[in-house]
T-cell receptor, first 111, second 115 residues
Framework: GQQVMQIPQYQHVQEGEDFTTYCNSSTTLSNIQWYKQRPGGHPVFLIQLVKSGEVKKQKRLTFQFGEAKKNSSLHITATQTTDVGTYFCAGPTSGTYKYIFGTGTRLKVLA | NAGVTQTPKFQVLKTGQSMTLQCAQDMNHEYMSWYRQDPGMGLRLIHYSVGAGITDQGEVPNGYNVSRSTTEDFPLRLLSAAPSQTSVYFC??????????????FGPGTRLTVT
């Protein structure tokens, strides 16, 4: 079946360092969404990318969708303690509404 | 505008019991879905719906039933609870347009323990 893997599984960074998480799907995705989940909370939407090769920025966050629409990345510049949480990518296989979530990357930021 | 609401917040069941997890949204979203999240894991899609009267299976549908009689409500029924169904359950909704979904809004979750 379809799998969406994220690396790394965990990342500890010093405040001010950059952070990147990578998302790789075994099948082509219609679009990719990114979510952030704080401990004990629910996933909160960050962004959606639809086009092949698309790049979007939100302040310190940069999101990319691969040319083949099978991979994506999230880069955070100069992390802050408020960035702590688990970041998930998610997307539906082309032609379906069945969302598959990635395995997640848990980010800890040390002050 | 309450967004997506889920009840109950917590539930303990004995093996073999049945129950219904409630989910409601007030954003007139066509797409609704149920996920389960096991400790330290990602979310797995159980069932989803693209409109009233239309439901389909996700990645892990066994042991669960859903129905969608109105746009607002999407209850999840556990037929005969098993310890393997101990998890946190999230309901989500999204608008549907041009053949695709958009931002998914998640409810606060129901933490279910089956003993």
């Amino acid at each position: 079946g379809q799998q969406v893997m994220q690396i790394p599984q965990y990342q500890h960074v010093q405040e001010g360092e950059d952070f990147t998480t990578y998302c790789n799907s075994s099948t082509t995705l219609s679009n990719i969404q990114w979510y952030k989940q704080r401990p004990g909370g629910h996933p909160v939407f960050l962004i959606q990318l639809v086009k092949s090769g698309e790049v979007k920025k939100q302040k310190r966050l940069t999101f990319q969708f691969g040319e083949a629409k099978k991979n994506s990345s999230l880069h955070i510049t100069a992390t802050q303690t408020t960035d702590v949480g688990t970041y998930f990518c998610a997307g539906p296989t082309s032609g379906t509404y069945k969302y598959i979530f990635g395995t997640g990357t848990r980010l800890k930021v040390l002050a | 505008n309450a967004g997506v609401t889920q009840t109950p917040k917590f539930q303990v069941l004995k093996t073999g019991q049945s129950m219904t997890l409630q989910c409601a949204q007030d954003m007139n979203h066509e797409y609704m879905s149920w996920y389960r999240q096991d400790p330290g894991m990602g979310l797995r899609l159980i069932h989803y719906s693209v409109g009233a009267g239309i439901t389909d299976q996700g990645e892990v549908p066994n042991g669960y039933n859903v129905s969608r009689s109105t746009t607002e409500d999407f209850p999840l029924r556990l037929l005969s609870a098993a310890p393997s169904q101990t998890s946190v359950y999230f309901c989500a909704s999204s608008r549907l347009a041009g053949g695709r979904t958009y931002e998914q809004y998640f409810g606060p979750g129901t933490r279910l323990t089956v003993t």
